[in-house]
């Protein structure tokens, strides 16, 4: 378990208050994006995790926070959706994922970044792979047939084939400890902004609704084709920033490459075979998972060309 977080605005701040014995805030307004909900729905969802120190794991589903986090939600979501095209070409939705575009954060830390970049960036990544194949596995009982065969073939990879030194998480902690950083759960979650929480708000978003089970395996087949060239390309940086060797990245080229064909052909594929009707949300996985992680490298990038950090504070050593 996590400590729990600074409040960011008046909303977080009434949550994490609540956790602790405080009556609940209305939803309000908030900037979608912004620093208090996306805080807000990160506590939130938390929760369904592996929750915070010192908070009754009751409130997992206490009907108030429950509704709260519907009406935040509901925020979220229609910025997710007016913020991307829509449409029902699954086949052009990977064409285009498939597309490796210059100047992206990997293209940085590749080509010129230090190494505060990089351990700025895992800070940033910590909140995602401390729970990577998570969110995931909430599609396992809302798909049948061959998609949920295969998506579980998939997730027993990701889950290091049983075997926790292999686990993608754990791996991910041993490249933090090889960079000199506390990989405790969560540990740096206040340090994360709004544009790197909305990645992981969006993935427990999915994977918490089985209406949204097409966004999900979308997003989930979106990861998986986009993150072996990049993975390789940050594999690159950790030798030529004389990192110590790890096998977090070069897990994912390898095994990303496989995952890739299984997600398109036998986890969407079939999925669509079954409910042709969800291929509209599917799309919108593919689509809302490009604007997250776009939104995410343009604030990396432009802090970074600014010569400022993109953590909320400076990590340890900078």
């Known amino acids: ?30 900037d979608p994006f912004g620093e208090d909900l996306q805080l807000s729905l990160y506590v939130c969802y938390e929760l369904h995790y ?13 009907p108030g926070l429950l509704g709260l986090r519907r009406d935040l939600e509901r925020v979220f979501l229609t910025a997710l959706r007016d913020g991307v095209e829509g ?9 285009a994922a498939m597309i490796d575009s210059p100047g992206g954060v990997s293209h940085f830390l590749e080509d010129k970044g230090e190494l505060w970049h990089l351990r700025e960036y895992v800070v940033h990544r910590s909140i995602y792979h401390h729970k990577e194949a998570d969110p995931h596995a909430f599609a396992i009982p809302r798909l ?5 065969a295969s998506l579980v073939a998939v997730e027993f990879d990701e889950f290091g084939g049983g075997r926790y030194a292999r686990m993608h998480s754990k791996l991910f902690c041993d490249l933090m400890r090889a960079l000199g950083l506390d990989d405790s759960y969560l540990a740096r979650l206040d ?3 709004a544009p790197m929480l909305a ?12 209406s949204l089970r097409g966004a999900l395996v979308g997003h989930f087949a979106s990861a998986e084709i986009t993150t072996s060239p990049s993975a390789a390309r940050m594999a690159r940086a950790l030798d030529r920033l004389g990192v110590a060797e790890t096998v977090f990245f070069t897990e994912h080229v ?15 594929g079939d999925l669509l075979r079954r409910e042709p009707e969800l291929a509209g949300d599917v799309v919108f996985g593919f689509q809302a998972t490009d604007l997250v992680e776009s939104r995410f490298g343009a604030h990396v990038l ?3 060309d600014a010569g400022r950090t993109s953590l909320r504070e400076a990590p340890d050593g900078r």
């Not at 592996?50 to 206490?62: I, R, S």
């Not at 049948?144 to 949920?148: D, F, I």
């Not at 390898?254 to 036998?266: F, I, T």
């Open 1 to 30: 378990m996590g400590h729990l977080p600074r409040p960011r605005g008046p909303i977080s701040e009434g949550i994490i208050s609540a956790l602790s014995g405080g009556p609940l805030p209305p939803a309000g307004a908030p």
């Open 254 to 268: 390898e095994a990303d490459a496989v995952h890739e064909q299984v997600l398109r052909r036998d986890v969407v």
């Open 302 to 304: 432009a802090a970074w």
């Open 191 to 193: 340090d994360v902004p």
């Open 50 to 62: 592996q929750g915070f120190d010192g908070v009754d794991p009751a409130w997992e589903w206490d």
């Open 87 to 95: 449409g029902a070409d699954v086949e052009a939705a990977v064409d």
């Open 199 to 210: 990645v992981v708000n969006m993935m427990s978003l999915f994977g918490l609704h089985r």
């Open 144 to 148: 049948t047939g061959q998609a949920k």
